[in-house]
């Protein structure tokens, strides 16, 4: 019985006197990286949201996608209701749209060309759950799209180049932790949202409908996975597709991501983006890159998916368009109609053929 306890007197011992050799400053180290993971512990319920969130803006940029166009402009971030676990918040852009490179279609047939200013109001409200390990967040809003014409990329001479001019509502849900990140969303077209471009193609604005699945590598590095389906420009758009992206944090409110995507419409696409926010991200960037704040940090982050986006399509020989009274429509040389659309709802019913026969309202 004795032989144990005098064991144990020497290793306590023997590690005490171990322990008083070691150096201050490494003694002092390890104090430290213990009070610090005492305050690990605390983690993000000792933030106060509205230390967290402030106002924030700066610049985007984005090169030409799958009916998107080259741009670049402002944005910011508002809070305009911030509560102990939530904010309601504004998120506004303007961008300046730029010509087509190297004569290759954005929107496949038809170059966009000029500068014209398009706009996008989004309001939302995000918050988060009690140990704010997820942040929920539902938004909606309003887009403009003004775009200018040119040439077409497939050798076709055209004339009358208009600059047309494109609206759309949009909305999303959306949850994010510190690994995952999910989000749905609906671009729906308003307005007048079919045009003649020039005198060999017409052109629409697009349904688009999807969700994305992503996942965050490193705090920094980000990639996720999405489906969409989208519908427009008197059904030749409509399809399925698949996207891709990859987005780094350069630094405290820097990031950069590229694109890629795929239908049948657009076929492949890739596309790069640019942003900054000055004032963002105060706790986007934690000392230790084992303690991760994205929940809290999503809160200012700016709503994805919210571009304005048109594909165009050529019209086949013989096709003439009747407008007047309650109906206006396409009719082809072989009897068929592209479309009907009811003068009165503003509703586009697609007919596969009518066999020559007149459209009766």
């Known amino acids: ?33 213990a009070k610090a993971g005492d305050a690990s512990d605390l983690g993000v319920i000792s933030i106060s949201l509205k230390d967290a969130i402030k106002p924030n803006f700066g610049f985007q940029g984005a090169l030409q996608g799958a009916g998107t166009p080259n741009q670049a402009g402002i944005g910011g971030f508002l809070p305009l209701v911030t509560g ?28 966009v060309a000029g500068t014209t200013i398009s706009t996008s109001s989004q309001l939302g409200y995000r918050f988060l759950n009690s140990d704010r390990s997820w942040m929920f967040g539902v938004n909606a809003g309003y887009d403009s ?59 629409g604005a697009l349904d688009t409908y999807g969700l ?50 795929y239908d049948q419409a657009f076929e492949t696409r890739l596309s790069a983006d640019l942003k900054y926010r000055f004032g963002s991200n105060i706790y986007g960037a934690p000392l230790a890159k084992k303690e991760w704040k994205t ?21 086949a020989d013989g096709v003439q368009t009747h407008y007047g009274g309650n109906l206006s429509y396409l009719a082809f040389s072989d009897g068929s109609v592209r479309y009907v659309k009811d003068n009165v709802s503003r509703k586009l019913k697609f007919i596969l053929k009518l066999n020559n026969d007149p459209v009766k309202d």
């Open 84 to 111: 102990d676990n939530s904010v309601f918040f504004l998120d506004a852009q303007a961008n300046l749209n730029f010509a087509d490179y190297n004569n290759y279609s954005s929107i496949i047939n038809t170059t």
């Open 295 to 315: 929940p809290v940090q999503a809160l200012t982050e700016s709503v994805k998916h919210r571009d304005l986006r048109v594909h165009d399509d050529s019209l």
């Open 212 to 261: 994305d699945i992503g996942y965050a590598i490193t705090p920094d590095f980000k990639a996720s996975v999405g489906y969409y389906y989208q519908n427009g420009d008197l059904g030749t758009a409509d399809s399925s597709g698949v996207n891709g992206r990859l987005a780094y944090n350069i630094s405290n409110g820097l990031t950069a991501g590229v694109n890629l995507s």
């Open 145 to 203: 799209r003004p775009m200018a014409t040119g040439a077409a990329d497939t050798g076709v001479n055209v004339s009358n180049s208009s600059t047309v001019f494109y609206q759309q509502v949009a909305a999303g849900l959306e949850a994010v932790s510190n690994t995952w990140n999910f989000n749905a969303y609906a671009l729906i077209p308003v307005g007048t949202t079919q045009y003649r471009l020039n005198s060999n193609y017409f052109g």
């Open 1 to 33: 019985m004795r032989r144990p306890i005098r064991l144990s007197l020497s290793i306590a011992s023997t590690t005490a006197m171990a322990m008083a050799s070691l150096p201050f400053g490494l003694r002092l180290a390890a104090a430290q990286e």
